[in-house]
């Protein structure tokens, strides 16, 4: 079977740390072993805008985070970003 390759270009490597970041947070051992890795939205938002690495300003975190739902990286339940694949990134 033929594999389906995503046609649109992939994400710019800014986005992608901001990804890592949260997965950082989201997979933090107190959460519990059982628990969905996850990052509240408005806590997602805090942390990427303090970062003084990525120096994003506000629009470009909301952008970021955008596109990694859009893109499946997230999906959200309430105000919660999940991770789609936590054994990936856990």
């Known amino acids: 079977m033929a594999r389906v390759t995503d046609p649109r270009p992939p994400l710019p490597e800014w986005i992608l740390e901001c990804y890592d970041r949260l997965c950082t947070q989201a997979c933090r051992p107190d959460h519990g072993e059982d628990s969905v890795p996850l990052v509240d939205y408005e806590d997602a ?4 805008a ?3 690495e990525l120096a994003l300003e506000q629009r470009d975190v909301e952008y970021a985070l955008t ?17 789609t694949s936590p054994d990936k990134h856990c």
Do not use: K, Q
């Open 67 to 83: 596109r990694l739902l859009e893109r499946g990286y997230f999906y959200e339940v309430e105000d919660e970003l999940r991770i």
């Open 50 to 52: 303090a970062d003084s």
């Open 45 to 48: 938002t805090d942390i990427l």
